[in-house]
């Protein structure tokens, strides 16, 4: 299966198991988390990328991502930083990976948009402009994910 659009992304991630979004989550996230520099945010990674972790370590870990998405935010300002405010993204989509599942939850979309939304912030700050390439670097990990 090859994904090309967010309609297919989107439906292919809510049929996985809660375990696999969290797997899958943390690569997208993976991809952004050099915008953050939290050690917590790898901490949170690490560990929702691992098979058969436990409920209490990811409690732990959310907590930890949870402190560095607060964290992050008081450092985004009034004057809006844009690499403050990727960092902010990149630890809300960690925080994604690691939350107690909610029904109805789609965990997996959910540190994808973050994701995305921190490398928009990147390229604001940058100058380059925005475009669809983080959207496109997701469905490729997706694809690989699912073949593997």
Known sequence: MTIHDDVAFKSTLATLSVAR??????RFVQ????LSGDARIQSALDTAGRAGVTAAELDMAAQAANSARVESFTRCGRETDWRAQAGH????AAVACVKPEEKGDNLAWDAAMQARLARTCETVAEGTGTDNR???AQYRILDAFLNS
Request: hydrophobic share 45%; aromatic share 6%.
């Open 21 to 26: 979004q969290r797997q899958i989550a943390a």
């Open 134 to 136: 983080e959207a496109e």
């Open 89 to 92: 993204f990149v630890a809300r």
């Open 31 to 34: 991809q952004v988390q050099p």
